[in-house]
Nanobody, 123 residues
Framework: VQLQASGGGVVEAGGSLRLSCAASGRPLRKYDMGWFRQAPGKERELVAAITRYGRNTHYADSVQGRFIISRDDAVNTLYLQMDSLRPEDAAVYYC?????????????????WGQGTLVTVSS
């Protein structure tokens, strides 16, 4: 599967962005999906994840209540709605796909990665 992330940009603190991740080559429904982010000098971290068919979701504590992950398998697209953005949310955001049944919360569970989209939050 190939992944193409988009939707990043510059936003003021308190603002919103919606990231999208378009999948091609293989149906999105076959994968657990995740959004990760990496800020300069920091490790890539899991922001949110969603299992096949949207049965389960997981959020990092830092984004709980502000971000929502969703998927539309009919159009092979993953989304991340980000509200109440903070300067510390600034990073390159990556979407990723994994097909390891029962394991979906670790970076190592994801084998397919998009190219990343930059989110900048001004204070």
């Amino acid at each position: 599967v190939q992944l193409q992330a988009s939707g990043g940009g510059v936003v003021e603190a308190g603002g919103s962005l919606r990231l999208s991740c378009a999948a091609s080559g293989r149906p999105l429904r076959k994968y657990d999906m995740g959004w990760f982010r990496q800020a300069p000098g920091k490790e890539r971290e899991l922001v949110a994840a969603i299992t096949r068919y949207g049965r389960n979701t997981h959020y990092a504590d830092s984004v709980q209540g502000r971000f929502i992950i969703s998927r539309d398998d009919a159009v092979n697209t993953l989304y991340l709605q980000m509200d109440s953005l903070r300067p510390e949310d600034a990073a390159v955001y990556y979407c990723a796909a994994g097909d390891r049944f029962g394991s979906w919360l670790s970076r190592d569970d994801y084998d397919y990665w998009g190219q990343g989209t930059l989110v900048t939050v001004s204070s």
